[in-house]
């Protein structure tokens, strides 16, 4: 039975541009495919296409995708093709470029090597951070484990590359230490399997010649957040035939902080003459509303391959835009619609809430928790609330009704800098732990000198004072009596930040504050 005929049989439908790009086997394809617009089905259909139609052998044939759960439904959907069996799906490679990368190096060394996920990267950088004397939260972790990344990505001279939020001496330290604990480890890391997997199909002709035996026909699922050094090897692997199909929509890239390259997918077609080019333009999933209003906004971005998507479903309800005062006028309108159509028989689990960032989830969680509107957040509590600044001052908060919290006393003992060092701070914990101390004595019994004592003391009518405001005084009294805000803002002097970029951390904290009494 022809093909496209059993793809109906089984219900699955598809457009005559879906159709071309199922159906091409040889060269380099491009498909263009907006949101929406099937791109999955199209790559498993071309996937069984191959082997059912042109004879390819599935162990021929590679399919890589973003992350590890769109393989698996890759690999689901591919299953529901007509005619694959269970020999089909067991030889036909699906999996993340890093998957596949790794699957690559351990054959060549007839081993496993150790690997640090992002999970352990991230444990590694924030304990560096923390030795460092940097924050070691959750955002900052990521951004400078990300900066790691993006300069190697990059190919610069670690002298040349701009850090954020570092000094070029500081991220060379980090970068060193990390390093280091790699080696001490043991492991590589996902930067590590790039370069290693490149640098095996540079120096290695027989290896080389072998996975280009073994693969033959590539296939690449959201193309548009693969990096250059990620492609690089798909592009030795697959010459000199160059059976490889690429999907995906540079208007959806958003991973330029990891080191993506929309541009490798906006250069494909000149640096492969004679590349077919199918677009995909027709959305299967929103609504036309949804669908001409988001087309218009994307049309101003210049730097873009031109298309206009169209939508095959009913005009829907259209969005509108407002305009709040600020962040919490913005939140009580969230608040409200929610209430209003609850009452009218929808349920809250019907709703979903976005935003851009984390730290923007402050006002959204004070206004639904102080109306009991029951909510959860998907990134678990990594939200404003968890953002160092707001760790610290809850830190001070926590000390001063609870002058024993060893936790919050190790936090911000040193924030602003009270010259308290490693060794007396762990007698004091001790004598706390202890539990015949108070925070004074648990210090004066630490073998300090006078002028570390002094400091102490002041800390310790400091918390005395907060103990007795209201959580909005208590708030400012930490920013500008303690002087808090002013080790922030020497902090962002020295390492090159704009303190604005925090400012606004300090005065969501203080506002969020203004709404409790106690």
Not at 101 to 130: F, P, Q
Not at 434 to 451: E, V
Request: proline letters at 3%.
């Amino acid at each position: 039975m022809d093909f496209f005929r059993a793809l109906q049989k089984k219900g699955l439908l598809f457009s005559e541009e879906q159709k071309k790009a199922i159906c091409h086997v040889n060269g380099p394809l491009l498909v263009d495919a907006g949101p929406g617009s099937g791109k999955t089905f199209v790559i498993a259909a071309r996937t069984a296409y191959l082997i059912k139609a042109a004879h390819i052998d599935p162990s021929n044939i590679l399919v890589i995708t973003f992350t590890r759960a769109a393989a698996n439904e890759m690999r689901s959907r591919f299953t529901d093709m007509p005619g694959i069996t269970a020999e089909h799906i067991k030889r036909t490679g699906f999996g993340t470029f890093h998957a596949v990368y790794y699957r690559m190096i351990n054959s060549y060394y007839g081993r496993h090597l150790n690997v640090l996920d992002g999970s352990k990267s991230y444990a590694v950088i924030k304990s560096i951070l923390r030795s460092m004397g940097k924050p070691s939260d959750d955002d900052f972790a990521g951004s400078s484990l990300n900066q790691v990344s993006l300069a190697r990505a990059s190919g610069e001279d670690f002298a040349n590359f701009k850090p954020e939020h570092f000094s070029s001496a500081e991220f060379s330290e980090l970068y060193r230490r990390y390093q280091c604990e790699k080696r001490r480890m043991k492991s590589i890391d996902f930067d590590d399997m790039i370069a290693i997997c490149n640098r095996i199909i540079d120096t290695d002709e027989g290896a080389l010649s072998l996975y280009r035996r073994k693969y033959r026909y590539f296939l690449i699922d959201e193309f548009q957040d693969a990096s250059k050094a990620q492609f690089e090897i798909i592009k030795k692997l697959s010459f000199p035939d160059s059976n490889i199909c690429v999907v995906g929509d540079d208007d959806q890239s958003i991973y330029g902080f990891r080191g993506a390259s929309p541009g490798c997918m906006l250069e494909f077609e000149n640096r492969y003459a004679g590349c077919t080019t199918v677009i995909l333009d027709k959305n299967y999933r929103s609504t036309a509303n949804i669908v001409e209003a988001s087309d218009r906004v994307i049309a101003f971005n210049t730097c873009r391959k031109e298309k206009h998507l169209n939508s095959v479903r009913e005009k829907g309800v259209k969005p509108f835009l407002i305009t709040p005062g600020d962040e919490d006028d913005e939140a009580a309108f969230i608040a409200d619609t929610i209430q209003a159509m609850v009452k009218e028989g929808a349920s809250y689990s019907d709703f979903a809430v976005l935003y851009r960032v984390r730290v923007q989830s402050r006002p959204l969680i004070d206004e639904l928790a102080g109306r009991n509107i029951p909510f959860n957040l998907r990134e678990g509590m990594n939200n404003f609330y968890t953002h160092w600044i707001c760790s610290d001052i809850t830190c001070y908060l926590k000390l001063s009704v609870k002058a024993g919290d060893a936790k919050s006393l190790f936090r911000i003992v040193n924030r602003p800098n009270r010259h308290i060092d490693g060794s007396i701070l762990n007698r004091a914990l001790a004598n706390i732990k202890a539990g015949n101390h108070d925070l004074l004595s648990s210090f004066a019994d630490s073998a300090i000198r006078d002028y570390q004592l002094k400091s102490i003391r002041r800390l310790v009518g400091q918390l005395n004072a907060v103990k007795k405001m209201s959580p909005q005084q208590a708030v400012i009294f930490i920013r500008e009596e303690i002087g808090y805000q002013g080790y922030v803002m020497e902090y962002c002097a020295d390492s090159g930040i704009d303190f604005s970029e925090l400012q606004f951390i300090f005065d969501g904290y203080q506002m969020s504050s203004s709404k409790f009494t106690s």
